[in-house]
T-cell receptor
Framework: GAVVSQHPSWVICKSGTSVKIECRSL??????MFWYRQFPKQSLMLMAT?????????EQGVEKDKFLINHASLTLSTLTVTSAHPEDSSFYIC??????????????FGPGTRLTVT | AQKITQTQPGMFVQEKEAVTLDCTYD???????LFWYKQPSSGEMIFLIY??????QNATEGRYSLNFQKARKSANLVISASQLGDSAMYFC??????????????FGKGTLLTVNP
């Protein structure tokens, strides 16, 4: 159990367009979802934290208007990259905290979405 | 603020030998968690092992063990009997368990492990 999916797994879009990435917890309810960005051969950098029904909390340096996060339900969070540019090309990974489990290691990662902006 | 340091950008090990991946951390929190994740070339993050700051015994999960030295603020990962499938990027991460940060993770820069046949 505790599976997190992301859709799409990869996407290519043209500069100036917007792209939406979905993160779903398939078999559990997630109190909190996290969005990370990873450039090639680099570490995961937390972009924002989202709780169901409330506004996302963005990390310092992350543009709120560019990276729109919506956590509409306990099983779905979306990241929309608006007016994408080539420098937004990256690997985006989400993770979800299990609502029912209070054990400290209960954060589950999605498989990631590779975004390429041409 | 929390900080994770992994000083080994790359490590090589012979198949069937043991290898230690280093991780040091810095935090002023009393309650925290330490994690190791494996990321193969496919990109998925695979949870390996967890150590709580109040756990007195070192965590073990199969071939993985975490050498936790609290006074030194180190949490090294030991992989015994390395296998070719262990070749991947390994990340050390810390979680703030004080409750005020949504329990977010801070990652180190990672160590690329290559297992040679």
């Amino acid at each position: 159990g505790a599976v997190v999916s992301q859709h799409p797994s990869w996407v290519i879009c043209k500069s100036g367009t917007s792209v939406k990435i979905e993160c779903r917890s398939l078999d559990f309810q997630a109190t909190t979802m996290f969005w990370y960005r990873q450039f090639p051969k680099q570490s995961l950098m937390l972009m924002a934290t989202s709780n169901e029904g409330s506004k996302a909390t963005y990390e310092q340096g992350v543009e709120k208007d560019k990276f729109l996060i919506n956590h509409a339900s306990l099983t779905l969070s979306t990241l929309t990259v608006t007016s994408a540019h080539p420098e937004d090309s990256s690997f985006y990974i989400c993770s979800a905290r299990h609502k029912e489990r209070e054990r400290v290691y209960e954060q589950y990662f999605g498989p990631g979405t590779r975004l390429t902006v041409t | 603020a929390q900080k994770i340091t992994q000083t080994q950008p790359g490590m090589f090990v012979q198949e069937k030998e043991a290898v230690t991946l280093d991780c040091t951390y810095d935090t002023s929190d009393q309650s925290y968690g330490l994690f190791w994740y494996k990321q193969p070339s496919s990109g998925e993050m695979i949870f390996l092992i967890y150590q709580g700051s109040y756990d007195e015994q070192n965590a073990t999960e199969g071939r993985y063990s975490l050498n936790f030295q609290k006074a030194r603020k180190s949490a090294n990962l030991v992989i015994s009997a390395s296998q070719l499938g262990d070749s991947a990027m390994y990340f050390c991460a810390m979680r703030d368990d004080s409750g005020g940060s949504n329990y977010k993770l801070t990652f180190g820069k990672g160590t690329l492990l290559t297992v040679n046949p």
